[in-house]
């Protein structure tokens, strides 16, 4: 990925999202939507708050590598050790930093319930000036200028003559003299007698939000990920090794190449959706078992009424050559080619009827849903397979 050897990223996933830890320089974390390096995690803007909510809320379940994966939920784990606690160590020198001006300036933009308690005090043209925290970061909004970093003289030159005052104003702290004494005192915000000590500190300017306040701070310069434990067994293979100047095809066939040698391999073909290439039953599993959405959008129709609204749906698939898409993301994005849609209607039959016999025939360039009565839709795919489900299970022909 953009000449970042594979050795270097590590996919982190949660119930509910995915990401990447690219282990260079300070590190980054990328997700489908933003890239994010460490001044970016810990600039206390909403976007960051938001890219944030993963790894500090939710437990990560995988974390995956080429050379193998980790899993929360299982004793064995295939990721070479020595490269897990190179990940551990690393992810968390990301997640954590340490009590600046700039980062408790940040801090204050992400927790806006403190800021009333809080002036910036500053030399301009020659005269001490004061302005409350709120106004300062009211100037922030619709700017690029932010307090406390290289463009902070540039922020304080665009406030109005009216919001600043020659003389400190009373009932607030200003946060030059909270950082110097965090020096002075050399204040490691993560011990519990420095953040008492903190607290005191502040304590009569943010009264009873004090404690709070610190604890808020704590945890804003530190997120501790829940990661998978240490499992009891670490059964390595050969590391996945990709040329970053490989065509895709290239990567492909490599993988394939070593399927039967690389477990993580094997399952990447699984999560690619080739049929050609795959058992059938994970896929059928699925589809009849974990996709809700498509049984709740046509719960109230009738069968024949939900048949003849997939048909009129388009017959392209979201995924080209053989790959097929669930019946749920047939649903989300309204959708599918004849097979996609089979399933989504078997998904359906089986729920209102679980004891209810379903048989889908694939031909070439149609397939059949077979119970009580038989459902044809249209193909493209190109795929020829024979599929019995019932009580006793899922059988592929």
Known sequence: MCGIPLDDIYMVLTPLHSQNFIDINDGIITNNRRLV???????????????????????????????????????????????????????????DAK?????????????????????????????????????????????????????????LADVSEEDYSPYQIEGR???????????????????????????????????????????????????????????????????IKLDPSWSREQVIEYLESIRDTNITADLAFYAYRDMTRCDWRPFVK??????????????????????????????ESIYDGPRLAQPDEVVNFNTGDGIEKAFTLANIIRKRNPDQPVKIDIHE?????????????????????QIKISTDGIKVC
């Open 99 to 155: 009590l600046t001006h700039l980062n408790f300036a940040n801090f204050l933009r992400s927790e806006g319930e403190y800021q009333k308690y809080f002036q910036f005090c500053r030399h301009r043209r020659g005269e001490r000036m004061f302005v409350k925290a709120e106004s300062l970061y009211g100037y922030e909004h619709g700017s690029r200028f932010r307090i406390h970093d290289e463009t902070f003289d540039k922020l």
């Open 365 to 385: 360039k149609q397939d059949v849903v077979k119970t009580e009565k038989d459902y044809a839709f249209t193909t493209s795919k190109g795929l020829e397979q």
């Open 173 to 239: 702290l200003c946060c030059e003299q909270l950082i110097g004494f965090a020096e002075y005192e050399s204040i490691d915000i993560q011990n519990p007698q420095d953040k008492k000590k903190f607290a005191t500190f502040i304590s009569p300017f943010a009264q009873q939000d004090a404690e709070q306040c610190i604890r808020d701070l704590a945890e804003f310069l530190r997120v501790v990920p829940r990661l998978p434990q240490s499992p009891q067994e670490y059964k390595t293979a050969d590391p």
């Open 37 to 95: 390096t460490k001044p970016m995690w810990f600039n206390g803007t909403e976007i960051s708050d938001k890219a944030q909510r993963a790894i500090r809320n939710e437990q990560v379940t995988v974390v995956a590598h080429n050379t193998g994966y980790i899993h929360c939920f299982y004793d064995t784990a295939t990721i070479d050790a020595g490269r897990y606690q190179h990940f551990t160590q690393r992810l968390g020198g990301y997640l």
């Open 286 to 315: 699925a589809a009849i078992e974990r996709c809700p959405v498509s049984i709740e959008k046509f719960a109230d129709d009738s069968l024949e009424e939900t048949y003849r609204q997939l048909i009129a749906m388009p017959n």
